[in-house]
């Protein structure tokens, strides 16, 4: 509204070699332009487009669809219509761009294409990784610590929800599904079916890029990794993990660490 925030101010892309940008801001919950504090932790943005849903609690199908909520959302961008968002684009120097992205249209600054690119763009951005090698056969990129993080991982049980190419986002879940989560105002799901089978629903989380997007949870409740990890083992799998084995999981989940970098 006050042209304090961009799609990056929450969600921060620009990094250096050497340190990748997160596609987070690393704060429990984001502010927004007006000053207003949201209710959940702002997901990465990396690797968004290969997910089953968008929004922890999957009020969008689609990338197209989830674009246009922190446009017009009053706490988050706060623009108060369509049309505003159409013409800051069009007065910042965007119409040659979208004329060139869609030839065919008669006014081709729309608010369905300004989603369209949002979404075109966010489908760019697959993160890399030391895992990704280790599994097309470059078994001496992970150390020994690693590779037993990754057996701990497993044998633990961490696979039941994070699985899949990008280790989560791919299922709901229910915060506490053990162990009652502390947390009992942010009922997820159930706020958007007002169905109390969904209390507690909430999308598994991709750990893709984990160690680089604290804090952790719907509602940024953690910031350390390691007690992210023992955390989740009480919760959702009802286990005590030792010392030893959020070492090796931490380690393991290390090398899920994107090397991709977005730049100006």
């Known amino acids: 509204m006050n042209k304090t925030q961009s799609c990056n101010s929450c969600h921060n892309l620009l990094g250096t070699d050497e340190n990748p940008g997160s596609g987070t801001d690393n704060l429990a919950v984001s502010f927004g332009a007006l000053g207003s504090a949201g209710t959940r932790n702002s997901p990465t943005t990396w690797n968004a487009g290969l ?4 929004f922890w609690d999957g009020r969008a199908n689609t990338l197209i669809e989830q674009a246009k909520f922190p446009i017009l959302n009053p706490i988050e961008m706060a623009l108060p219509s369509k ?4 013409t800051r684009l069009t007065n910042t120097g965007y119409l040659a761009l979208f004329i060139k992205a869609y030839p065919d249209e008669a006014s081709p600054l729309n608010f369905h294409n300004i989603l369209d690119a949002l979404a075109a763009f966010q489908r760019t951005l697959i993160s890399e990784d030391r ?3 280790f599994l097309n056969g470059e078994t001496n990129v992970l150390s020994e610590k690693e590779k037993q993080g990754v057996m ?3 044998t633990a049980g961490c696979v039941a929800c994070h699985n899949g190419p990008l ?3 791919q299922m709901f879940t229910k915060m506490g599904v053990v162990n009652p989560y502390p947390n009992k105002i942010d009922r997820g799901r159930a706020h958007l079916t007002m169905n109390s089978a969904d209390d507690f629903q909430f999308k598994v989380p991709s750990l893709r890029n984990v160690s680089k997007t604290a804090p952790y949870f719907h509602d940024g409740a953690e910031t350390s990794l390691e007690q992210a990890v023992k955390d989740t083992g009480f919760h959702q799998l009802g286990i005590t993990l030792s010392d030893k084995e959020v070492e090796d999981i931490t380690s393991f989940l ?3 660490d994107n090397i991709k970098v977005v730049t100006r």
């Open 131 to 133: 895992f990704d090698l």
């Open 254 to 256: 290390k090398t899920l």
């Open 51 to 54: 997910q089953f849903t968008q």
């Open 83 to 86: 049309e505003e968002a159409i």
């Open 152 to 154: 701990t991982f497993i």
């Open 167 to 169: 280790l989560g986002g």
